[in-house]
């Protein structure tokens, strides 16, 4: 009974090609550095809407902590599980889950009609986050060689 190779971890990634990679375009990159970037900000963006926040919502102290931290700690506690996600079903296929994820949740946030909804869209928004950004440095280094990986990861990085 013959057996055929192992596939290579690159070769076995679920919805990539086990060819490689013909490289990302610019409009690909610019995509990719997108969708890094809008969590990131999302991060920062809600501390100025606090005191908007705490007034309308008439949230307290503690809830306004917790719609910060609980985005920042669902994105930090889901991006190594994005990454093996990726790898088990496909980066593009990850990707499109996060970021459809990520913008549903921008949407109940944005229509929350009290704090503790707001809360828990907020760690969801974080979980969907973590599940975006691993699949964009993934592909940067998958799709991009030399100068060209090299200006993209410095891009993503001074832009996050």
Do not use: K, W
Not at 36 to 52: C, H, K, S
Not at 78 to 93: A, F, N, P, Q, S
Not at 139 to 155: I, Q
Request: net charge positive.
């Amino acid at each position: 009974m013959t057996s055929s190779p192992r596939p290579t971890a690159a070769a076995r990634t679920a919805g990539d090609s086990a060819q490689p990679a013909a490289g990302l375009t610019r409009a690909g990159l610019a995509v990719l550095i997108t969708a890094v970037f809008l969590p990131q900000v999302d991060f920062f963006i809600v501390n100025v809407a606090l005191p908007t926040i705490q007034s309308s919502l008439e949230a307290s102290a503690g809830a306004l902590e917790l719609v910060v931290a609980g985005y920042g700690t669902a994105y930090a506690a889901t991006l190594v599980l994005g990454g093996r996600l990726g790898d088990m079903i496909g980066r593009r296929r990850m990707l499109l889950i996060g970021m459809s994820g990520f913008v549903l949740t921008s949407l109940v946030c944005g229509t929350a009609p009290g704090i503790g909804v707001l809360v828990a869209a907020r760690i969801l928004q974080g979980a969907a986050a973590g599940l975006v950004v691993p699949q964009v440095i993934a592909t940067l280094h998958a799709t991009l060689s030399g100068e060209r990986r090299h200006r993209a990861l410095v891009l993503q990085r001074c832009l996050c």
